[in-house]
């Protein structure tokens, strides 16, 4: 099965401007969670998507935002960008059944860059 | 609330030697405990995971974990460390009652000398 993946893989915005990420999970896997990773911070979780519902949010302000669609694959978006919004953005599938159930697969990540 | 530990920042080991990386955790409701490893400039890698069962685990590349609930510890191992395992390693844990809300250490370094 192919893995996740992640468009783009690199983006550099300025501040104020919007970006929309893309996320395409590994095939049959129904929940997206998406993850900020920056050296300060480390690994903090946004959100996760299951059949199109957000369904557990983390604690990030209303400027990140996602959406799922039907056949799973996901977007986040950030508005208004800031120059503390620069970081890696994870996508992560996972499936509910089967030997991987529970687990969750990473892509390769998404670079913002904010200028 | 969950949280992750991971007490050392780097760990160091020559190649050939076995080298631990320490974990520990605190959730509410029974543990789902993980471990990652990310190469630079890569996404997370899945290498082991703790649902139930034998606390030993076994997963990808010779690694291994002990889970040990009453120090709440997932230590990670492996009997004889490659300069290819070095990376950086992230525990994660997951509280049965809380969907898929991964809650991820900050990772330590690890650093095998040839």
């Known amino acids: 099965k192919a893995g996740v993946t992640q468009t783009p893989r690199y983006l550099i915005k300025t501040r104020g401007q919007q970006v929309t990420l893309s996320c395409s999970p590994i095939?049959?896997?129904?929940?997206v969670s998406w993850y900020q990773q920056t050296p300060g911070q480390g690994l903090q979780f946004l959100f996760e998507?299951?059949?199109?519902?957000?369904?557990n949010k983390g604690n990030f302000p209303g400027r990140f935002s996602g959406r799922q669609f039907s056949n799973s694959r996901s977007e986040m978006n950030v508005s208004t960008l800031e120059l503390g919004d620069s970081a890696l953005y994870l996508c992560?599938?996972?499936?509910?059944?089967?030997?991987?159930?529970?687990?969750?697969?990473f892509g390769p990540g998404t670079r913002l860059t904010v200028l | 609330a969950q949280s992750v530990a991971q007490p050392e920042d780097q760990v160091n080991v020559a190649e050939g030697n076995p080298l631990t990386v320490k974990c520990t955790y605190s959730?509410?409701?029974?543990?789902?405990l993980f471990w990652y490893v990310q190469y630079p400039n890569r996404g997370l890698q899945f290498l082991l995971k703790?649902?139930?069962?034998?606390?030993l685990v076994k997963g990808s590349y010779g690694f291994e974990a002990e889970f040990n609930k009453s120090q709440t510890s997932f230590h990670l191992k492996k009997p004889s460390a490659l300069v290819s395992d070095s990376a950086l390693y992230f525990c994660?844990?997951?509280?049965?009652?809380?969907?898929?809300?991964?809650?991820f250490g900050p990772g330590t370094r690890l650093s095998v000398l040839p």
């Open positions: 095939s049959g896997h129904r929940s």
């Open positions: 703790y649902i139930t069962g034998d606390n």
């Open positions: 959730v509410s409701g029974n543990p789902y």
């Open positions: 994660a844990v997951r509280d049965e009652n809380y969907g898929q809300n991964f809650v």
């Open positions: 992560a599938s996972s499936s509910t059944s089967g030997e991987g159930a529970d687990t969750q697969y």
């Open positions: 998507y299951f059949s199109e519902t957000q369904r």
